[in-house]
């Protein structure tokens, strides 16, 4: 057993929440513009790193709240506990990450 720090709440026992999932999946636009294929892909397909994984989770047994956590799969450290309008930690990113991160928040702006 470990605590979460719910950005919310605080420290609390990782009993009070549930992992559901992968976090910075981006709905497509238009999703009649897609084919079966890429549609296939947005709804299951998610990647299994071994090793830090950026995941969405509730607080489900407190403030019901939805956050983000960079956490390795590995070890289960969490590296860190960020709210889901946040990017991703800087500090986490390697060179080529925090350029791709950069190109997806710019084209949210746009959109
Ligand atoms: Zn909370």
Known sequence: MYE???????LRDES?????GEA????????YALDDAQWTDYLHHR??????????????SGCRKWFNVARDTV???IKA???????KPA??????????QATVESSEVKA
């Open 4 to 10: 979460i720090d719910c950005p919310w709440c605080g």
């Open 81 to 87: 506990v960020y709210k889901v309008d946040e990017p």
């Open 47 to 60: 990647s299994n790193p071994k090793g830090l994984h950026f995941e969405q989770w509730q607080h489900s």
């Open 91 to 100: 500090f986490l990113l390697t060179d080529d990450q925090s350029a791709n």
């Open 24 to 31: 910075h999946i981006i709905r497509p636009e238009d999703p």
């Open 75 to 77: 070890t289960y450290e």
């Open 16 to 20: 009070e929440f549930h992992c559901t």
